[in-house]
């Protein structure tokens, strides 16, 4: 599913974790592009999730290694998802000893509802989104 299927647009590619917004057109039965519009021709099932003001000042709010903490596990998953090769996870193990984080550490400076929603919230978006 993540690489380009015969028909489908440029845009996509990657779908769905990797592949840009849909696009309008094509949802209505009129784009014109065709398979050159950088959009997904593909179907989404729902509306991408994005951080929400509250949620992007916690994480603004965060030191930097306490940020990569929280996310890092997050994202080595959905990286995994789409290329488990040994140089990917070379490479995430390799960001993680540089920051100093060990995978799956959590987060201690927010509560703990807060910290919850805000991992929900960041576990429920695309790659790309990330």
Not at 18 to 41: D, I, T, V
Not at 49 to 76: C, F, G, N, T, Y
């Amino acid at each position: 599913p993540l690489f380009e299927a015969p028909g489908c647009s440029r845009g996509s590619v990657g779908h769905p974790e990797l592949c840009s917004r849909p696009c309008l057109y094509f949802a209505m039965g009129s784009c014109e592009k065709g398979e050159s519009c950088e959009y997904c021709h593909m179907a989404h099932s729902k509306r991408p999730v994005h951080l929400d003001k509250r949620h992007r000042e916690m994480l603004r709010s965060m030191p930097a290694l306490e940020w990569a903490a929280l996310v890092l596990p997050i994202l080595q998953r959905k990286v995994e998802a789409v290329d488990d090769s040994l140089v990917t996870r070379a490479m995430l193990g390799d960001i993680a000893e540089h920051c100093g984080i060990p995978i799956g550490s959590e987060s201690s400076c927010m509560p703990q509802r807060s910290q919850r929603m805000l991992i929900l919230t960041l576990r429920s978006m695309s790659l790309t989104s990330l």
